[in-house]
């Protein structure tokens, strides 16, 4: 499994819309079929935010499930649903928003945002110590595996924490985003320093927005991480050329692996790297 390397596809996210990108997925169809190519393309994870109605960002239950039965119906893969969905520029759901969905949609992950910050200097991304040991015990009981969202080197340390009063359980999975205006700049140097502070079996995974996405990849494949790839990250697939879909940034990422000698691992392999169960 060494040689394995995990590609997670965010399709969707909070923040874009079809002006800056068609090929942005939001309804349950286009999400589910964009996770389908998404799989075919070789990622073992999705990791999915819902849209209403009117395309704006939402933490209702019955999209998630809408869209993952639809999934469910063409593909295995890890099922990895966001916890910030609701946050606009002018807002963020409550806590009972944020969390309770996930009894009733029971997905493998959730992410775990480890701390409050800045968000691309417009507005606070509020992840508040109620809300991070509200849901992480509603993970535990649920059995969803936390992605530890970090965006900057104190919120591994607030994992630390969490992990020291049961709240989080070992073996961690990190996701570190870097790049995001507001937090860590997206830098190799960063990137060595965030992972030497995790807990040596922890695993990990690292996306770098915009420019820094392929650096950030390189580095990371190199030193044993996994990859988080999709247009909730990037829209562009390079400079000034819009990404066609998310399936071929997922390409691309596939390629890189294969071309460094390691392989892509499939959402069975996926499963065992992170100790999750077949649900
Ligand atoms: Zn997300």
Redesign the pocket.
């Known amino acids: 499994m060494q040689n394995k390397r995990i590609i997670s596809a965010?399709l969707?996210?909070?923040w874009g819309n079809k002006s800056n990108n068609p090929a942005l997925p939001i309804t349950p169809k286009e999400i589910a079929e964009s996770a389908y190519e998404a799989v075919q393309a070789g990622a073992a994870v999705v990791?999915l935010?819902m849209r209403d109605e009117e395309g704006n960002p939402t933490m209702r239950a019955d999209r998630f499930k809408e869209t993952i039965a639809l999934i469910k119906e063409k593909c295995d893969v890890i099922i990895n649903m966001?916890s910030?969905g609701e946050h606009t520029l002018t807002s963020i759901a409550s806590d009972d928003a944020r969390v309770n969905p996930f009894y009733e949609v029971k997905p493998d992950m959730g992410?775990y945002d480890c701390g409050t910050m800045n968000w691309m200097h417009k507005t606070i991304f509020e992840n508040s110590p109620q809300l991070l040991e509200k849901l992480g015990k509603a993970y535990l009981e649920i059995g969803v595996k936390p992605e530890l969202?970090i965006f900057d080197g104190g919120m591994v340390y607030t994992t630390l924490y969490y992990l020291k009063q049961g709240i989080l359980q070992k073996p961690l999975h990190y996701q570190f985003i870097m790049g995001a205006p507001g937090g860590l700049a997206a830098t190799v140097d960063n990137l060595v320093y965030l992972k030497s502070l995790i807990p040596e079996d922890s695993t990990w995974s690292a996306a770098g927005l915009s420019v820094a996405h392929i650096p950030i990849m390189l580095a990371t494949l190199g030193m044993g991480g996994h990859v988080r790839v999709g247009l909730?990250d990037n829209i562009y697939f390079e400079k000034g050329v819009l990404a066609k879909s998310n399936a071929q940034l997922v390409e691309r990422a596939n390629k890189i692996i294969t071309a460094a000698g390691m392989q892509v691992a499939t959402p069975d392999e996926a499963r065992e790297i992170l100790s999750l169960k077949k649900k």
């Open positions: 965010a969707t996210g909070n990791h935010h966001t910030s992410s969202e909730e």
